[in-house]
């Protein structure tokens, strides 16, 4: 399993029956193929859909049902198609249990930086109100990016929301950013903690009951 979809598979493991959960574009949208038997979600995508669905399939899509970042996605059946203001409405008044969005750096103190790269033009699009709305904030992204490290001290990027980030979840390992800093939870069994820790630009806590992080190989 390629490093995206271990991922995209272990945060959706963390979704429970009923709840509405907001995914972002890229990492995230993957969660919909992951969903456990049993778990029935309503996936809101933030430029106004209600009871949206995975990637179409390659060739079977519909170019007027997108994410909000232009992809096509299927849908539900009963799936809504609403206004933005009534989008955002629904992020702004705390109905969303929680967002899974990608991140450029994440730091120690749960700051989040995913809009926005020196030197490059960026679109802040819904990310500060759902990191600001949604009870839950969880961050899904590979460790590195060309080698460099995402989780780090410091967020050196502009901000989309200070102390907002609860989970990191990377082809490494399960992080729960907490008072004291980010707790490694789980590892994956194919890397060792020396490895994570190289990777990583910010002290990571290591419990002494590190737990094996479930993949498929």
Known sequence: MDNKNIIARRIAQMLHDGE???????IPQLVANWLPEGVELIIHAENGIIGAGGYSPEGQGDPNVVDAGGMMIDVKPGAQFIISTDSFGAIRGGHIDMTILGAYQVDSKGNLANWCLPNKMGGIGGAMDLVSGAKQVVIAMEHTQKGNPKIVENCTYPLTG??????IVTEMGFMHVTEKGIVLEEINPNYTVEQVLAATDARLIVPVDLKAMDIID
């Open 20 to 26: 509405v959960v907001n995914l972002g574009v890229g």
């Open 162 to 167: 200070a102390g907002v980030v609860d989970y």
